[in-house]
């Protein structure tokens, strides 16, 4: 069965661009959510709320020009998505059985930030002691050198 304009369907991130994502939907075909349908708040990147394969409830817009799916996931959020059999699933465990609940493209996006930051501050700390160790090192280089003295 084919998909319709309306309908509310899964599908799973094929591929990140600048201006969106490429979502292969459960009949097959691939389609395109625009930057501007994922989240109703500013998105600068798309990899702060999607990665490659990705589970997402995308909303199917339109058809477009030779076969173009357009979907969006902002307007998918809070609706049920239907099967391709046309029964209405239930959502609790997803088809490759990870029981994990659906997030929102917000909670995913402050997900991924919360983890940046911890990755960003580990970077800055490990920056900070190697710092210091190459520090200590050319100092006790300088002195077995004869060079500058340290009181």
């Known amino acids: 069965m084919a998909v319709e304009a309306g309908q509310v369907v899964r599908g799973t991130v094929v591929r990140l661009m600048n201006y969106g994502v490429l979502v292969r939907i459960e009949d097959g075909s691939t389609g395109l959510v625009h930057i501007s349908e ?3 708040n500013f998105v600068r990147d798309v990899a702060d709320y999607f990665q490659v394969n990705d589970p997402v409830v995308v909303k199917v817009l339109a058809f477009g020009d030779r076969g173009k ?10 609706e049920t998505p239907i099967t391709l ?3 209405v699933d239930a959502g609790e465990v997803s088809e ?13 996006a402050a ?10 501050s580990k970077m800055s700390e490990y920056m900070r ?14 002195l077995k050198r004869g060079g500058k003295k340290v009181r």
Not at 69 to 78: C, F, M
Not at 96 to 108: C, I, L, T
Not at 111 to 120: D, G, M, P, V
């Open 129 to 142: 002691s190697s710092g210091e160790r190459l520090a200590d090192l050319k100092r006790n280089i300088e």
């Open 38 to 40: 994922i989240d109703n």
């Open 111 to 120: 997900a991924r930030r919360e983890a940046r930051e911890s990755f960003e």
């Open 69 to 78: 799916i357009e979907l969006s996931v902002k307007q998918a959020v809070g």
């Open 85 to 87: 059999e046309g029964a």
């Open 96 to 108: 490759g059985g990870d029981s994990r609940p659906a997030m929102s493209p917000s909670e995913a």
